[in-house]
């Protein structure tokens, strides 16, 4: 055998896999199975603390990185190797679907061309965690020559990419989770969530609304519903409308003929009020005589409305707030005009 088998059966005797991958139990001893949750909980428990940890002294580090930001009139270029350059790409991911314009850039392939992709007016984000990652150090110069400003996400405040960074965003933790301490862990956690803060600073900065996000977002199950009208889903025929002076029966007669719960009380085509399920079994406790009673009687005046031209993700909000299920909907200029009813399903 070559030279490569040689290697290969050298490293399974060093690693040995599971015999049973696919069985939880098979081929896995049920004790050591057991202190592996636990110590993979700990695990969860242990990255938060120091995530909470990490909280307490970066403000104003934070406050110097979103001015820097705000103030560009640039975009926000990020540059990680490995796995710092794995979380880079989801922060300007993150950082370009909230109004940041932002891109990532291999620190590689930036000595192949791709520094051309960067304008003075950008600022870079630069992650690594010792501050001494031989790819993003040699990104400095040019950086530098072209002006740029640098944000370095690192966890070594005293490294060579500190020194030359005009804001340190401090991610540093007091040991990697992986219990060799050797595997990036806790320190990929903690500059996630930096990148993460950062980007929820800056929509508030910049008041990034739900529907600014649905620009960004048209597609899927998320963009369908932060673009979807209240006039795209509410219901238009066969209301149940009826007039102040009608009486109960009439009332009951239109509930009963809709699937919506409710009766829509108008005068002259003008909205007057709203009848529910509730009101009617209030009122028949209420009062002696029910039969005698109209519409006017029970309904409960100046409803809740939505304009038809609202999202439907505000209309759903609302309803939640008022702990309502239905919704009259009423034409955008005329206000008492019935056009539809509005359902919110949880």
């Known amino acids: 055998?070559?030279?490569?088998?040689?290697?290969?059966?050298?490293?399974?005797?060093?690693v040995k896999p599971f015999m049973h991958p696919t069985k939880l139990h098979g081929g896995v001893d049920k004790n050591k199975l057991k202190a592996a949750i636990?110590?993979?909980?700990?695990?969860?428990?242990?990255?938060?603390?120091?995530?909470?940890?990490?909280?307490?002294?970066?403000?104003?580090?934070?406050?110097?990185?979103?001015?820097?930001?705000?103030?560009?009139?640039?975009?926000?270029?990020?540059?990680?190797?490995?796995?710092s350059g794995h979380i880079g790409r989801k922060i300007a991911a993150t950082m370009a679907s909230t109004g940041t314009p932002s891109f990532f850039v291999h620190p590689a392939e930036?000595?192949?061309?791709?520094?051309?992709?960067?304008q003075p007016s950008d600022v870079v984000v630069l992650i690594?965690?010792?501050?001494?990652?031989?790819?993003?150090?040699?990104?400095?110069?040019?950086?530098?020559?072209?002006?740029?400003?640098?944000?370095?996400?690192?966890?070594?405040?005293?490294?060579?990419?500190s020194k030359n960074s005009d804001v340190i965003l401090n991610v540093k933790v007091d040991?990697?989770?992986?219990?060799?301490?050797?595997?990036?862990?806790?320190?990929?956690?903690?500059?996630l969530v930096m990148g993460d803060a950062l980007a929820i600073g800056l929509i508030h900065l910049r008041d990034f609304k739900p529907h600014h996000f649905a620009l960004y977002h048209p597609g899927g199950s998320l963009g369908k519903r932060l673009l979807t009208q209240v006039k795209d889903v509410m219901h238009i025929t066969d209301l149940p409308i009826v007039t102040m002076n009608q009486s109960m029966h009439d009332v009951i007669l239109a509930m009963t003929?809709?699937?919506?719960?409710?009766?829509?009380?108008?005068?002259?085509?003008?909205?007057?009020?709203?009848i529910t399920d509730g009101d009617l079994r209030r009122s028949l406790v209420q009062y002696l005589d029910f039969k005698t009673l109209t519409a006017q009687d029970i309904m409960t005046i100046?409803?809740?409305?939505?304009?038809?031209?609202?999202?439907?993700?505000?209309?759903?909000?609302?309803?939640?707030?008022?702990?309502?299920?239905?919704?009259?909907?009423v034409d955008e200029v005329n206000r008492h005009k019935v056009v539809g009813v509005l359902e919110y399903f949880q």
Do not use: W, Y
């Not at 055998?1 to 060093?14: D, F, L, R, W, Y």
């Open 38 to 83: 636990e110590k993979s909980k700990e695990s969860i428990v242990t990255q938060s603390l120091q995530i909470k940890n990490m909280a307490q002294h970066c403000e104003q580090s934070l406050e110097q990185a979103l001015c820097l930001i705000a103030a560009s009139t640039g975009r926000i270029i990020i540059s990680g190797m490995g796995k």
């Open 175 to 191: 040991r990697e989770i992986c219990p060799n301490n050797l595997a990036p862990t806790s320190s990929t956690t903690a500059t």
């Open 302 to 329: 100046i409803p809740i409305t939505i304009s038809q031209e609202q999202r439907l993700i505000e209309a759903e909000q609302m309803m939640r707030d008022n702990h309502i299920k239905s919704v009259i909907v």
């Open 257 to 274: 003929s809709s699937t919506l719960g409710l009766a829509i009380v108008e005068n002259n085509g003008a909205l007057q009020g709203i």
């Open 128 to 161: 690594s965690n010792t501050g001494e990652t031989d790819e993003i150090l040699k990104l400095i110069p040019s950086l530098q020559n072209f002006g740029n400003k640098i944000i370095a996400i690192t966890g070594n405040t005293r490294s060579s990419l």
């Open 110 to 118: 930036a000595f192949h061309g791709d520094l051309g992709m960067i």
């Open 1 to 14: 055998m070559g030279e490569n088998s040689v290697k290969v059966q050298t490293a399974i005797k060093v």
